[in-house]
């Protein structure tokens, strides 16, 4: 950290105990028109932040935060393809793949669109081809069935916007994903499913995943066993950047896809990682999806720091992460189709900015990436709610919803916002001790049984939420809300002077996954060599098997 970070953190400190004993509710009642200044647009899209534990003071010791970690230049260096990926040596240039603009944008001095325009126009006449039924299964049957193949980056985007965009989906279409190594995952998946009218898609950035080549081994013997070994070629596209090893793989070679490592599996969505996706809403449809990221991308690089939504998304993170301790974030959509909007945010966040160490290696003096977490409204409100109202932690929340549903049912859509909107305010207003006993009085419990019942239905209130408020969930939309969160967590990591593009972590795991796994399959491989702890589970297992 910076001597100028270190400084101005210091002072946000420092200016949290004057702001610290007020009241969010308060707030509102010093200046009604609170909303107001604290509310950022994008078109149609608000960023409500009012219902923070900030004032306009608060604004300005972040916004000075945001440049002593020269953010802007940060941002700027993002864009022109500086290696900010420094542990891999590499640029981190997804914006491109939604650059429809036609602006040049380079990694290492080359203009990147070219290249980045022939694939996405070969994915797109992939995918109408597919939806035309020009391209058909080996037995002459058009396509029903598309079968995404991948994990982490290469799943996560793709599925989560497939069930977010499916009234855009065409009829008699549908996208599934299979990711877990878990056999069930491709059992389940494809039990029901007529091979002849399914399309596989094996997605895989470096095409060694274990998972993904586990699964595309097993749907490429099903369809051989299904419909003959000259039927697989039919059956199968890829996507990668190894195209090497998906040749090996026995994939045709006009149906792979590929992308450079300058994006990176959990930014990657926007590319031939997209293809099912492509291929279930159609490429007008993923056009506007990216044109919402493009909106976003403009925004971000244009929009002054006091009005930019991710920057201030991430500057409201950082004031709860690293001044007042807060370790967990929720993410909650007011719309069920964004059920798996959380579980793909969780890796983008927390795989980007989960890190102990700085840019330069040295140990970070600050905490990072919070517990990313949440679930649709108004499900939560019946399970993990009371944690969120009355539990002894505060976790800022964010809230998603639309102003209208896409399809015209407009009652069941009011009680949704109303249920939104309702719950940020139940979490910022409380209730307080004074104000329970007399609704207890006057529903005529006697002076033992309110003293008894009251602390249990005090709520603190004061419990900060941001609101996401956008006018129809479209591919637009979609795009544009995670844009915004790729954006919040590329200015966090600027902050923490974190690399948010390498995900080392994930690799030990992987290591010790793969000299174990002889001695799981292979019950009678001696245990010698693994560590005690291993070899209890793996014996434990083995005298599971034998009884
Ligand atoms: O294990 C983590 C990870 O490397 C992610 O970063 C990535 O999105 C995922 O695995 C899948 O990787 P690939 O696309 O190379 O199969």
Known sequence: MTHTVATALAALEAHRLDVGHRDIADLFREDPARFGKFSARLDDLTFDYSKHRVTEATLAHLLALARAAKLEERRDALFAGEHVNNTEDRAAMHMALRNLAGRPLRVDGVDVMPDVE???????????????????????????????????????????????????????????????????????????????????????????????????????????????????????????TKLDLVAKFGIR??????????????????????????????????????????????????????????????????WYRNVWGFAAHAVIPYDQRLARFPAYLQQLDMESNGKSVSRSGAPLRIATAPVIWGEPGTNGQHAFFQMLHQGTDVIPVDFLVAGEPVEADARHHALLVANCFAQSEALMLGRSRAEVEKILAAQGLSKPAIEALAPHKVFPGNRPSSTLLYKALTPRALGRLIALYEHKVFAQSVIWDINAFDQWGVELGKELCTRLAPAVEDGTRPLAGLDPATAGLVAARRALLAG
């Open 253 to 318: 070679p006009d149906r792979v896809f590929g992308f450079r490592d300058w994006v990176g599996g959990r930014y990657s969505m926007w590319g031939p990682i997209g293809t099912a996706l492509a291929i279930a809403i159609g490429p007008e449809g993923f056009d506007d999806f990216l044109r919402g990221g493009q909106d976003v991308d403009t925004h971000f690089r244009e929009a002054p720091l006091q009005d930019n939504i991710p920057v201030l998304m991430a500057l409201l993170g950082v």
């Open 118 to 240: 022939a694939e996405r126009a070969k994915v797109q006449a992939f995918a109408r081809a597919v939806r035309e039924g020009a391209i058909r299964g080996a037995t002459g049957a058009p396509f029903s069935d598309i079968v995404n193949i991948g994990i982490g980056g290469s799943d996560l985007g793709p599925a989560m916007a497939a069930r977010a965009l499916s009234p855009f989906v065409r009829k008699g279409l549908r996208a599934h994903f299979i990711s877990n190594v878990d056999g069930a995952d491709i059992a389940d998946t494809l039990a029901g499913l007529d091979l002849a009218r399914t399309l596989f898609i094996v997605s895989s950035k470096t095409f060694t995943t274990q998972e993904t080549m586990a699964n595309a081994a097993s749907a490429r013997a099903r369809v051989a066993e299904a419909l003959g070994e000259k039927a697989v070629g039919d059956h199968f596209a890829a996507v990668s």
